[in-house]
């Protein structure tokens, strides 16, 4: 078993690491129940739970939270719920967030007939598992309910933020964070659409700004506590030009959303970094919302929009695989290392089902996990992460602890407790009683 040492950091970083700044210490004092010091003892301490937000989605454990047997009543698509029972200690090993679907055009797909009841459960049986959640998106022009498009531009608004105050207001205290409003940039001049939804229309209507602070203020009315992301796709200066415009306007978001699907090859540090340093401008929390690395063939490079390219057959091969593992160590170390992300969410667990038909996931059709899920866990469970390690109180009753932020346990002969690591609490205190 290691032990606790003052001076050396956690065995994920040296002190020339790129992520020093992850690594937190804190002075750890350790009491009985009467307040008395617990001097000179052996103290275990133990990590239990990552405060990063290492995500995935969560959409297919809906089916199987419901108790449902078949994929037939998942609208929002997912692994059948026997598939999915496979991977839940795959999923549950490596990450601690879950994005859950809240597209509306499967949510409600008769109007006053919403899914709430099938997220609410579903939610509850990731948070007892000590998951986090998140909702994906409250606003979307892709995937708008076709009922909403017979009615007039102020009943659709009307009907926007009815859904916004719904959905938030229902899931306040479970989903804690919300894509409030989605790829905003491209509206209302999106043309790789059919027909043009309500959402579109009202957009036009109203202006991008407007439509964006009709949703932003509905979701922080019904759940001031929320933490709202404006998500996109779009790392162009148009993104950055939207942003300047929402915070101009005073709109008040809480964090901003970046994509990464890589299906056409890995973006490479320099261009991560430069996409980041970009964004970090604004001085608010970055949540790389999405992000995927194909384990098969790339996706040819002339194709504009990711949609456009959805081949019948698209494998993943031994090949892929070890360039998918190689490329996400590369993608994360890079990610993790600037200081203004907060959270990274990788596009699905599992290839069956996966966006656009890619073989992006972590785990293959068949279950067999990937050179890439062995890779990302030994980066979060192992590199980036404290096991059992021993120490010794001081005179105070105090131990040093090195690690990320988060939770951990300190166990000693009078029993065990938990601490919470935060950059803004250098100095904790614990309680241990039999």
């Not at 700044?21 to 239990?48: K, M």
């Not at 001049?189 to 009202?202: G, S, Y």
């Not at 950055?240 to 056409?264: K, N, R, T």
């Not at 001085?283 to 098969?296: K, Q």
């Amino acid at each position: 078993m290691p032990s606790l040492d003052p001076v050396q950091s956690p065995r994920d970083v040296d002190s020339h690491s790129p992520l020093d700044h992850r690594v937190l210490r804190a002075d750890v004092t350790v009491r009985r129940s009467d307040g008395t010091p617990l001097a000179g003892t052996d103290v275990v301490v133990e990590q239990q739970r990552h405060a990063f937000a290492f995500g995935n989605i969560g959409f297919d454990f809906v089916g199987l939270a419901n108790g449902e047997t078949t994929a037939a009543g998942n609208v929002f698509g997912g692994a059948e719920p026997d598939a999915a029972a496979r991977l839940v200690d795959l999923w549950l090993d490596v990450f601690n967030t879950a994005t859950l679907p809240f597209y509306w055009q499967g949510f409600e797909p008769v109007r006053g007939e919403p899914q709430t009841e099938r997220l609410l459960v579903t939610a509850r049986w990731l948070q007892e598992r000590g998951v986090a959640t998140k909702g994906h998106p409250l606003v979307w022009h892709t995937l708008a309910p076709t009922w909403l498009d017979e009615l007039p531009d102020a009943e659709v608004e009307e009907a926007v933020r009815a859904r916004v105050r719904r959905e938030v207001s229902a899931f306040e205290g479970l989903v804690p964070t919300w894509d409030v409003i989605n790829e905003v940039v491209i509206m209302p001049v999106f043309d790789n659409e059919e027909t043009t939804n309500a959402v579109t229309r009202l957009c036009r209507s109203r202006g991008r700004l407007a439509t964006i602070r009709l949703a932003f203020d509905e979701a922080r009315r019904a759940d001031p506590r929320a933490t709202l992301v404006l998500n996109d796709f779009d790392m162009s200066t148009a993104y950055e030009c939207l942003i300047e415009g929402v915070l101009e306007a005073g709109i008040a978001i809480d964090a901003i959303g970046l994509q990464s699907h890589m299906h056409q090859g890995y973006w490479g540090e320099d261009r991560t970094l430069a996409v980041l340093d970009r964004f970090a401008r604004y001085g608010l929390p970055l949540h790389l919302s999405e992000t995927t690395l194909v384990s098969g063939d790339t996706m040819p490079a002339h194709i504009e929009d990711l949609n456009d390219f959805q081949p019948e057959h698209w494998p993943s091969t031994a090949e892929g695989e070890e360039r998918q593992a190689h490329e996400i160590v590369r993608h994360y170390r890079t990610l993790l290392s600037h200081p203004s992300v907060a959270a990274v969410t990788y596009w699905g667990i599992t290839d069956a089902g996966a966006w656009l038909g890619a073989p992006s996931g972590l785990v293959r059709a068949d279950g067999t996990p990937k050179p890439a899920y062995d890779a990302l866990r030994r980066l979060v469970k192992e590199e980036w992460w404290l096991p059992p390690t021993y120490g010794r109180t001081d005179e105070c009753g105090s131990v040093v602890l090195h690690g990320w932020a988060g939770t951990y346990s300190v166990t000693t002969p009078d029993g065990t407790a938990t601490v919470e690591l935060s950059a803004d609490r250098p100095d904790l205190e614990v309680v241990v009683d039999r």
